[in-house]
């Protein structure tokens, strides 16, 4: 080798002393000091973009799933959790639900936290801000020590840290399973990079333990496995050995099939054919779907702007239509960049771009396989939680070339961006500030969103502003008419005074849903009202046919039996109601005094009102 070569080869070695991409050495100190700059760096900009969720309430499934569930609030409902899909516990409520989530880690997580903070937003979300905060933490911590030290591991963090694609997860309660979910993906993926450093079996019982956990937190920890093993093929250039594979892989796939036949158990089946959408698209469609699909992440995460927490997936049925056409441009546009990236990167970081795309790609595939299995929120911002951080890593590789050439207009655009993230994170948070802020701003990005201005409506009706309730139900009705719409529609339409059109509505609900027992509840409420006592009695007996324990109907079903001169059935009812719960037993009796009253049997009328006397606590 002559001389200038030589100088050419130590210039080259000089320019990355400090890259470790195929390094499995880790840093000698957690707490050198650049490391602790940097550790008190991301906490400090993950709080200042997250403080203000600290003021947020509990919204949309938030309020189903921790206010209104049951299981959460007894640990002695944890068997039921454990064997349960998501959302069985409406099941109590006589309201059958199909599920395609099993996520017994979720419900654990709420039942802890509801014992300490009970119905307290607050808690529920610091513990959120903190999960979000390890999660920044432990993607530096891997980064600096096994990939990449210094800027790159700081810069890659801190814009996952801040990118506002994220807020869905972190400031809202229910996207606790995407950041939960990625927090023990890293940790699981940290223990294995220990454990190739220095082999260990409590390290390696460790991180089995962490994927099991993942499993159980959402089905996307599967992704886990395949990136794996592209991780350790990619560092040693070949596949993992025998032994390497029944060490590492055989026990995650082990615990893959325990969680597979657990979910199968608890759901039914692998997925709730309720939640089967766009079953109508043949094998070539649903391919371009998932071109489209992809190329809308690619986007999102790349211009965060028009974010919006209930998107609507407009499937396409022709390659040839301008979606398809767009996604392709997109995506190729996108790998052009990253292959001219690649080429100009050294060693290590070409090994290091690569990995952060194919982390991206794995982690999102489960939302792209499964389409048509995932229902109306396919295409979602929290989902890109997981396949985020792969990205960042990616994103972050053309700032450190550019910090090698020109160092000054590398730091100037890494602060600038990191700034406008941040305030883009912190506006964001905003949208979650109470139902009635989130369902509008909603309403509004989405407007065809059914179920989103039904919801609209039902708030707007708490408040008692009525006309907007009217108008958000019956928008709701006009973009996708559902049951729950024409149901919440009847009571409006009884408080504006028209009478007339509140039954229509009970009864276009009715002819949707025939087993929902609130429909005629609803329905003999307002016949009582206008002293259709005969109608009103036909409507509570089918809602006591439906729901056959439910005191409301059977009171108001024994009331409207009384006020109708059927004695003999309203007291039957009583007694009915005396039997099923007698935490009742006050009510019963007197509204069983009365009945003896208007018949004239003034010893029974004295005895059940001292009943009713005696059965006051």
């Given at each position: 080798m002559g001389r200038k070569a030589r100088k050419k080869n130590q210039r080259t070695q000089e320019k990355v002393p400090s890259t470790k991409a195929t390094s499995s050495v880790p840093a000698k100190n957690l707490f050198e000091i650049h490391h602790v700059r940097a550790l008190l760096l991301i906490g400090l900009v993950v709080f200042v973009a997250y403080a203000n969720t600290l003021d947020n309430d509990l919204v949309h499934d938030d309020r189903i799933e921790i206010l209104q569930n049951p299981y959460i609030q007894d640990f002695s409902y944890l068997p039921k959790i454990l064997t349960s899909p998501a959302w069985a516990f409406r099941s109590e409520a006589n309201e059958q639900m199909g599920s395609n989530y099993y996520r017994p880690v979720q419900y654990l997580t709420y039942s802890i936290l509801y014992h300490l903070f009970g119905a307290s937003p607050w808690g529920y979300h610091a513990y959120k801000l903190l999960l979000h905060l390890f999660v920044c933490l432990i993607f530096y911590w891997i980064t600096s020590q096994y990939w990449q030290e210094g800027q790159v591991a700081l810069f890659c963090s801190l814009l996952?840290?801040?990118?506002?694609?994220?807020?869905?997860?972190?400031?809202?309660?229910?996207?606790?399973?995407?950041?939960?979910?990625?927090?023990?993906?890293?940790?699981?993926?940290?223990?294995?990079l220990k454990d190739q450093a220095r082999p260990s079996i409590v390290t390696r019982a460790g991180f089995c333990?962490?994927?099991?956990?993942?499993?159980?937190?959402?089905?996307?920890?599967?992704?886990?496995?395949?990136?794996?093993?592209?991780?350790?093929?990619?560092?040693?250039?070949?596949?993992?050995?025998?032994?390497?594979?029944?060490?590492?892989?055989?026990?995650?796939?082990?615990?893959?099939?325990?969680?597979?036949?657990?979910?199968?158990?608890?759901?039914?089946?692998?997925t709730s054919s309720q939640q089967l959408r766009y079953d109508f698209l043949n094998g070539f469609q649903m391919f371009c779907n998932q071109i489209v699909l992809l190329a809308n992440y690619f986007l999102m995460f790349f211009f965060p702007i028009h974010l919006n927490a209930y998107r609507l997936f407009e499937p396409i049925l022709s390659p040839f239509e301008p979606p398809v056409v767009l996604a392709l441009g997109i995506i190729a546009i996108l790998l052009t960049f990253f292959f001219l990236v690649y080429r100009r990167s050294d060693p290590p970081e070409r090994q290091l771009l690569p990995f952060g795309l194919i982390w991206f790609l794995l982690a999102l595939s489960p939302v792209l396989v499964f389409l048509k299995r995932i229902g109306e929120n396919v295409f979602a911002e929290r989902y890109l939680y997981l396949p985020g951080i792969g990205l960042c890593l990616s994103v972050s590789l053309p700032l450190a070339q550019l910090r090698k050439s020109r160092p000054r207009l590398a730091v100037t655009a890494w602060i600038g961006l990191l700034c406008i993230l941040t305030w883009r994170t912190i506006d964001r948070n905003k949208i979650w500030q109470d139902e009635l802020v989130f369902y509008e701003a909603t309403a509004k990005a989405s407007p065809r969103a059914g179920n989103i201005l039904n919801n609209l409506g039902t708030v707007y009706a708490a408040k008692v502003r009525y006309a907007d309730a009217l108008k958000a139900f019956e928008t709701s009705i006009a973009v996708q008419p559902t049951y729950p719409a024409y149901k919440n529609l009847g009571p409006i339409y009884a408080a504006l005074g028209r009478f007339d059109e509140s039954i229509a509505a009970y009864e276009r609900a009715a002819t949707f849903n025939p087993r929902d027992a609130g429909i005629y509840s609803g329905l003999g409420d307002l016949y009582f009202a206008r002293q259709r006592f005969p109608e009103a009695i036909v409507a509570y007996q089918k809602g006591v046919n439906l729901k056959p324990n439910d005191s409301r109907l059977l009171f108001n079903l024994a009331d409207a039996c009384a006020t109708e001169k059927r004695f003999d059935d309203a007291l039957a009812t009583y007694e009915r109601i005396l039997s099923i719960n007698p935490q009742e037993k006050a009510r019963a009796y007197r509204g069983m005094a009365r009945v003896y009253m208007a018949t004239n049997q003034t010893d029974k009328a004295a005895i059940a009102s001292q009943m009713a006397m005696s059965a006051k606590p």
């Open positions: 996952f840290a801040v990118h506002p694609i994220n807020t869905e997860a972190v400031s809202w309660v229910s996207g606790i399973t995407d950041v939960s979910c990625a927090l023990f993906f890293l940790i699981a993926l940290w223990l294995h333990f962490f994927f099991l956990v993942g499993m159980f937190t959402k089905e996307t920890m599967v992704t886990f496995i395949p990136l794996l093993f592209f991780y350790d093929w990619m560092k040693a250039k070949k596949f993992p050995a025998s032994r390497d594979m029944m060490r590492i892989y055989l026990p995650l796939v082990m615990e893959f099939l325990v969680y597979l036949s657990l979910r199968i158990h608890a759901i039914g089946s692998f």
